[in-house]
């Protein structure tokens, strides 16, 4: 209900592309480029006992990066899963241009409670093993935090709340599975479970947003990195196909956006947009130009195609993408 209110009230992307894995559409979503060119087209690309990273130096630059230059006031958060480099410290959350990290380096865990993958426990707070959360369920653990975080901002602040959730192993806790008891296919159950945790983590941030005073001057995005895997709880009727492969159920996404700026609420939008189209759009709301060399990133700005409800003046009309 929480996703459907922020829909009421501002607009739904219905042709919103990513890669069909997650690395893939985290590389395109910081950088603005197809991942294919950074080497990162499958979400084999960057695994835990490698020595593998999101590219940097350069023209290569991360959505917190841009938005710091552009307002250097700005804070920048991660909450949740980066799964973009762990092999040093330059390469984490802290060393791409946030200023905050709680959450996971890798890209899943062996339980959504003890945070540990396969022996290794992977949970932080800033550089630093963060046990206390040992224990305690992801999904709860990041909507704790994104309202502190909300509630103790005092000024301009980007803030990507990456869940680990629904992504596998699936588990839920009791009140997120009760929410969902009509369900009777239990893997139906639990994947609804899930995104029971993120509706309920999307209404406390609203609140806290509302309560701090400052829901009307904030962007807020929901989106998905890639389509659900069919084999587990997801449908992504009545596209065909799944994560992993390129029909439209794997690399089609909804996606939410809502903005005292837009011309007009509760619309769809079915202008054509691409992931790497968020960094260039990001940095137009705030008011800033993408100084990137323009040859060497993919993505448009939006923004004032998405603000105007125009998607006919959408400057994509194509996009690429590979998996291998």
């Known amino acids: ?38 080497g990162i087209s499958d979400g084999n690309a960057i695994q835990g006992n490698q020595t593998s990273w999101l590219p940097f130096g350069g023209d290569y630059v991360t959505i917190p990066q841009e938005l710091k230059r552009v307002s250097p006031n700005m804070k920048t958060i991660l909450l949740g899963k980066w799964h973009l480099g762990f092999c040093h410290p330059a390469v984490s959350p802290l060393g791409r241009g946030f200023d905050k990290f709680y959450g996971m ?3 899943s865990h062996s339980s959504h409670f003890t945070h540990l993958k396969e022996e290794t426990y992977d949970w932080w707070d800033q550089d630093q093993i963060d046990f206390s959360a040992q224990g305690i369920y992801s999904t709860d653990l990041i909507n704790d935090r994104a309202v502190k975080e909300i509630e103790e901002s005092n000024g301009p602040f980007f803030m990507f709340v990456s869940y680990q959730a629904p992504h596998g192993p699936f588990e839920a806790t009791q009140e997120y599975m009760d929410t969902c008891g009509h369900i009777t296919n239990i893997s139906r159950q639990v994947h609804c479970a899930m995104v029971a945790g993120i509706d309920k983590g999307i209404g406390m941030m609203v609140q806290a947003l509302k309560d701090k005073g400052i829901y009307d001057d904030t962007l807020i995005v929901v989106t998905s990195d890639n389509g659900g895997p069919t084999k587990n709880g997801s449908v992504n009727y009545p596209l065909r ?14 996606a939410v956006v ?4 837009l011309n007009q609420q509760g619309v769809s939008w079915d202008g054509m947009f691409h992931v790497t189209d968020w960094l260039p759009t990001l940095l137009r709301y705030v008011g800033g130009k993408n100084a990137v060399n323009e040859a060497v990133i993919h993505g448009k700005d939006q923004w004032k195609s998405l603000k105007r409800n125009k998607p006919e003046e959408s400057p994509r009309d194509s996009f690429f993408l590979i998996n291998d």
């Open 105 to 107: 380096l890798y890209g």
């Open 241 to 254: 196909g799944g994560k992993k492969n390129l029909y439209e159920g794997g690399i089609k996404t909804f």
């Open 1 to 38: 209900p929480e996703i459907t209110q922020l829909a009421s009230e501002g607009m739904f992307l219905t042709n919103h592309y990513v890669n069909p894995m997650c690395v893939p559409t985290r590389a395109a979503f910081m950088t603005s480029r197809y991942p294919h060119t950074m």
């Open 258 to 261: 809502r903005s005292s700026l």
